[in-house]
């Protein structure tokens, strides 16, 4: 198949707030557009910090929200047009996605195993309850983990890590060719977020499965992914492949989230101590804004 | 109010020791009991105006160990073992009334918490905050404290108008540091960080840990500072403690444990940091970690560690000092590395096998 796997042009939402008097217009994703093409599976990162839109466009891509205005077109065919369940399930067994926090996105008291044999029942022709086992046990081995080990088992029975990577599985038994994910390690351990991130890697590499990774995390990112778009408050303002912006970033709101990474090279003490034009501003106001910022980074 | 002990304090004494120190929850249900053995067996100090990091991930230990040395302990949570000493009080945590306790917290030991719309009462100014915290403690007249922290805000370059809002019109950053500014107003000798930049953002975090390295130098206070980010360690702590399944594993000068980690989970978890510019590829420690209910024998890390030996599966290795400032517990480390011989260790406890 030729042509764009995802094309987003021109995307926007904007929300109101308030209510009768003093009602206000807030955009939280202004003129977005970019498009991964259907030949070549990618991890493509939406870098942003809160507030800056990352999850309302991981919404709209994923249908669950309206854009107000622009279109998104996945494989051609225009998400604003789909209608009725039918639709909705042919899109969903193409596009899954992965939240945040495991133990948020599972009810606490639903097993685990039942998320995924009722994913099974769902997107694939397997009925029979060995057959969805089957199914269920085929996406765990992807992810490192088998039936075993979470057949009857409650969301709490199980660490972080491995919930997500249940949550990773899950999503991939319908087989997708693509996987929203948004800030999917943010809430797991240090130790176990390589693992994850890895993951990803070989779900691009094996299985061809184009992923959006939605995140703050500027190593992880120039870890894993290909091409990248940054985004302050609702726009994109730098976008390319991972490395070339991250290593030379030119917006100046790139270079000031580059600059704030934490680097694990030990300097001692003392590093932090140099009191930067950003934190002065950012205490002279009781609401700091990062929009006010720009005059003073370089 | 002046100090409560006489003990000079220099550059090396310790302002807190805990030794061999124990903190299991303790649960019947049904009549069977159950012990989570979330601490077991720490040995350390901490020395005057430093800060100290704990690193581990979810689940070792960390925030019981703070519950512990902060004396917060609620059932089923109990002290099993060992001593918490803090040099401004001269004596075991534990062993003082409650009274005394309670006169002690946010004057001398004060904490910096995580989530800091918890911390801030929703419905209060934040000069009415300020008083609920601080005001007993302080000892002086109402508009003289007034006064107080209006300087202590301007030390702190936060603004005066703060006082009047309420936490909801604070953004996160801005509500993280008058956590700050509180729990440094009375000027402690102890701060209990327990994740503080952990839900801000990236350029946020920077800049909070800047003001909290500031303003700890400024006042000379010493820091327990928990998190399990790696990179920020890197960028605060002066001296950093591994923990694993409720023990410490690792404990050393921060620059020493980065360039030369010893056990082989911190050097794990320093090897698998991502870095800007380094796509090499990162492995994963597999399995997971242990459950604290029924921890394995031996070493508790052993069952997923690349070096384990026939030893680790039944003894427990004690922290020993493998180098200058620098314990370890791990006995493939300690084959490796003789442990110098005319240096004595600083506590004949911290050599104690536990269990």
Same mark, same amino acid.
Request: with cysteine; glycine share 6%; net charge positive.
């Given at each position: 198949?030729?042509?764009?796997?995802? *094309?987003?042009?021109?995307?926007?939402?904007?929300?109101?707030?308030?209510?009768?008097?003093?009602?206000?217009?807030?955009?939280?994703?202004?003129? /977005?557009?970019? @498009?991964?093409? $259907?030949?070549?599976?990618?991890?493509?990162?939406?870098?942003?910090?809160?507030?800056?839109?990352?999850?309302?466009?991981?919404?709209?891509?994923?249908?669950?929200?309206?854009?107000?205005?622009?279109?998104?077109?996945?494989?051609?065919?225009?998400?604003?047009?789909? @209608?009725?369940?039918?639709?909705?399930?042919?899109?969903?067994?193409?596009?899954?996605?992965?939240?945040?926090?495991?133990?948020?996105?599972?009810?606490?008291?639903? +097993?685990?195993?039942?998320?995924?044999?009722?994913?099974?029942?769902?997107?694939?022709?397997?009925?029979?309850?060995?057959?969805?086992?089957?199914?269920?046990?085929?996406?765990?081995?992807?992810?490192?983990?088998?039936?075993?080990?979470? @057949?009857?088992?409650?969301?709490?029975?199980?660490?972080?890590?491995?919930? *997500?990577?249940?949550?990773?599985?899950?999503?991939?038994?319908?087989?997708?060719?693509?996987?929203?994910?948004?800030?999917? /390690?943010? %809430? /797991?351990?240090?130790?176990?977020? %390589?693992?994850?991130?890895?993951?990803?890697?070989?779900?691009? $590499?094996?299985?061809?499965?184009?992923?959006?990774?939605?995140?703050?995390?500027?190593?992880?990112?120039?870890?894993?992914? $290909? +091409?990248?778009?940054? %985004? +302050?408050?609702?726009?994109?303002?730098?976008?390319?492949?991972?490395?070339?912006?991250?290593?030379?970033?030119?917006?100046?709101?790139?270079?000031?989230?580059?600059?704030?990474?934490?680097?694990?090279?030990?300097?001692?003490?003392?590093?932090?101590?140099?009191?930067?034009?950003?934190?002065? *501003?950012?205490?002279?106001?009781?609401?700091? *804004?990062?929009?006010?910022?720009?005059?003073?980074?370089? | 109010?002046?100090?409560?002990?006489?003990?000079?304090?220099?550059?090396?004494?310790?302002?807190?020791?805990?030794?061999?120190?124990?903190?299991?929850?303790?649960?019947?249900?049904?009549?069977?009991?159950?012990?989570?053995?979330?601490?077991?067996?720490?040995?350390?100090?901490?020395?005057?105006?430093?800060?100290?990091?704990?690193?581990?991930?979810?689940?070792?230990?960390?925030?019981?160990?703070?519950?512990? &040395?902060?004396?917060?302990?609620?059932?089923?949570?109990?002290?099993?073992?060992?001593?918490?000493?803090?040099?401004?009080?001269?004596?075991?945590?534990?062993?003082?009334?409650?009274?005394?306790?309670?006169?002690?917290?946010?004057?001398?030991? #004060?904490?910096?918490?995580?989530?800091?719309?918890?911390?801030?009462?929703?419905?209060?100014?934040?000069?009415?905050?300020?008083?609920?915290?601080?005001?007993?403690?302080?000892?002086?007249?109402?508009?003289?404290?007034?006064?107080?922290?209006?300087?202590?805000?301007?030390?702190?370059?936060?603004?005066?108008? &703060?006082?009047?809002?309420?936490?909801?019109?604070?953004?996160?950053?801005?509500?993280?540091?008058?956590? &700050?500014?509180?729990?440094?107003?009375?000027?402690?000798?102890?701060?209990?960080?327990?994740?503080?930049?952990?839900?801000?953002?990236?350029?946020?975090?920077?800049?909070?840990?800047?003001?909290?390295?500031?303003?700890?130098?400024?006042?000379? #206070?010493?820091?327990?500072?928990?998190?399990?980010?790696?990179?920020?360690?890197?960028?605060?702590?002066?001296?950093?403690?591994?923990?694993?399944?409720?023990?410490?594993?690792?404990?050393?000068?921060?620059?020493?444990?980065?360039?030369?980690?010893?056990?082989?989970?911190?050097?794990?978890?320093?090897? #698998?940091?991502?870095?800007?510019?380094? &796509?090499?590829?990162?492995?994963?420690?597999?399995?997971?970690?242990?459950?604290?209910?029924?921890?394995?024998?031996?070493?508790?890390?052993?069952?997923?560690?690349?070096?384990?030996?026939?030893?680790?599966?039944?003894?427990?290795?004690?922290?020993?000092?493998?180098?200058?400032?620098?314990?370890?517990?791990?006995?493939?480390?300690?084959?490796?590395?003789?442990?110098?011989?005319?240096?004595?260790?600083?506590?004949?406890?911290?050599?104690?096998?536990?269990?």
């Amino acid at each position: 198949m030729t042509g764009p796997l995802l *094309q987003l042009e021109g995307v926007s939402k904007t929300y109101r707030r308030g209510g009768l008097f003093g009602r206000e217009e807030f955009r939280a994703v202004d003129n /977005v557009s970019f @498009r991964i093409e $259907d030949n070549e599976p990618q991890v493509f990162t939406v870098i942003g910090e809160s507030g800056s839109g990352k999850t309302t466009l991981a919404r709209m891509i994923l249908n669950m929200v309206r854009p107000t205005a622009g279109t998104i077109f996945f494989k051609g065919q225009d998400l604003a047009s789909m @209608r009725g369940a039918r639709a909705r399930r042919i899109f969903m067994k193409d596009v899954q996605p992965i939240f945040q926090n495991p133990f948020e996105a599972f009810n606490p008291l639903k +097993r685990v195993d039942r998320y995924l044999l009722m994913t099974a029942k769902n997107f694939t022709p397997a009925r029979s309850s060995a057959q969805l086992e089957a199914a269920a046990d085929r996406a765990l081995k992807k992810v490192g983990l088998s039936i075993g080990e979470v @057949r009857g088992r409650f969301p709490h029975e199980l660490s972080g890590g491995q919930l *997500q990577r249940v949550a990773i599985a899950r999503a991939l038994i319908p087989g997708p060719s693509m996987i929203v994910a948004d800030e999917p /390690v943010s %809430m /797991v351990d240090a130790s176990l977020r %390589m693992s994850i991130v890895n993951l990803f890697r070989t779900l691009r $590499d094996d299985l061809k499965v184009s992923i959006i990774y939605i995140t703050h995390d500027l190593a992880t990112a120039y870890y894993v992914s $290909d +091409r990248i778009i940054i %985004m +302050r408050k609702g726009e994109v303002v730098e976008s390319g492949s991972a490395r070339v912006v991250l290593e030379n970033p030119q917006h100046s709101y790139s270079q000031l989230l580059k600059s704030a990474v934490l680097s694990p090279d030990p300097h001692g003490r003392g590093v932090l101590t140099g009191d930067s034009a950003a934190s002065q *501003q950012a205490r002279a106001s009781p609401h700091p *804004q990062i929009d006010n910022l720009e005059p003073q980074v370089r | 109010m002046t100090q409560i002990s006489g003990s000079p304090l220099d550059e090396n004494s310790y302002v807190l020791e805990t030794r061999a120190l124990r903190a299991y929850y303790r649960m019947k249900y049904f009549g069977i009991d159950r012990e989570v053995r979330a601490v077991d067996g720490i040995s350390m100090h901490v020395r005057k105006n430093e800060i100290y990091g704990i690193a581990g991930e979810s689940s070792c230990g960390k925030t019981t160990f703070i519950k512990a &040395i902060a004396a917060a302990i609620r059932p089923p949570l109990e002290i099993v073992a060992g001593h918490v000493n803090y040099n401004f009080i001269n004596n075991d945590l534990y062993a003082l009334p409650s009274k005394e306790r309670s006169a002690i917290r946010w004057r001398h030991l #004060s904490y910096i918490l995580q989530g800091s719309m918890n911390v801030l009462n929703p419905v209060r100014r934040i000069h009415k905050t300020f008083e609920d915290f601080a005001f007993r403690h302080m000892h002086m007249g109402r508009s003289e404290f007034e006064q107080e922290v209006k300087r202590h805000l301007e030390r702190l370059r936060l603004p005066a108008e &703060i006082l009047r809002a309420y936490p909801h019109e604070l953004s996160g950053g801005m509500r993280q540091r008058v956590c &700050i500014a509180l729990a440094t107003l009375c000027k402690p000798e102890f701060i209990i960080a327990d994740e503080p930049t952990t839900a801000l953002d990236v350029v946020v975090q920077k800049d909070v840990l800047a003001m909290i390295r500031e303003t700890q130098s400024e006042f000379g #206070s010493s820091m327990i500072f928990v998190t399990h980010d790696l990179a920020v360690h890197a960028n605060i702590t002066d001296r950093l403690g591994i923990m694993y399944a409720g023990r410490l594993v690792e404990e050393g000068r921060t620059a020493d444990v980065f360039s030369n980690p010893m056990h082989p989970y911190t050097a794990h978890l320093i090897a #698998s940091l991502p870095r800007i510019g380094d &796509i090499h590829p990162r492995n994963a420690l597999t399995g997971s970690p242990p459950s604290l209910a029924d921890p394995p024998k031996g070493c508790r890390f052993h069952p997923r560690c690349p070096l384990a030996m026939e030893i680790c599966r039944h003894e427990n290795p004690a922290l020993t000092t493998l180098a200058e400032d620098h314990r370890v517990a791990c006995f493939a480390a300690s084959a490796t590395v003789q442990p110098t011989s005319d240096e004595k260790p600083q506590h004949p406890e911290a050599l104690e096998t536990v269990r």
